[in-house]
């Protein structure tokens, strides 16, 4: 029962981090990291690929160009992620599932649901939504989802950041200092 009172509360919690201020700061936030987005050209262009010569070559690029296109690597990251949601139709369900179950009991604002085949309090209101929501979750695969989400994710960003020189203007700032 504890830990049910405990979700109810992180999920009021979350509802008022809907708020409108915390909402325009969040698209603030994004619109910045937005703006640092490098362009297509720049970003896959081809004549700046090659293989790097030794391993301290390898990480001073990974390094630069983490930093350099972080931005990027975020944007793929998320199309990714969309990616592996539409493919797997049943785990997208049961993320609406949840959390369209955690706003409607949060509508009824702690009394209970009346309906002809009984009334239920919020507690059971809970119960029901877990029991239905756990086996549904383990049906999904959410486990192997995350594991690919995370091997494609890490492949592309960190084949590319090696691949990718740096440009020349860093090179002469490295050998000055």
Request: hydrophobic residues 45%.
């Amino acid at each position: 029962m504890n830990q049910l009172g405990n979700l109810a509360q992180l999920s009021r919690m979350s509802l008022e981090n809907l708020s409108m201020d915390n909402i325009k700061a969040q698209v603030h936030n994004l619109q910045n990291k937005l703006s640092s987005l490098r362009p297509p050209q720049e970003f896959f262009n081809i004549k700046n690929v090659s293989k790097p010569a030794n391993f301290s070559d390898l990480q001073s690029r990974v390094s630069y160009n983490l930093g350099y296109y972080s931005s990027n690597y975020a944007l793929i990251v998320g199309c990714l992620s969309i990616y592996t949601l539409l493919t797997n139709l049943l785990l997208l369900f049961v993320l609406v599932f949840v959390v369209a179950g955690f706003l409607g009991i949060n509508k009824l604002a702690g009394q209970g649901l009346v309906t002809p085949f009984g009334s239920f309090n919020t507690t059971q209101l809970y119960t029901g939504l877990l029991c239905i929501s756990v086996p549904l979750g383990f049906l999904a695969s959410p486990i192997s989802t995350l594991l690919w989400l995370i091997g494609a994710s890490c492949m592309s960003v960190f084949s590319h950041a090696s691949f990718m020189e740096k440009p020349i203007e860093t090179i002469f700032e490295e050998e000055t200092v």
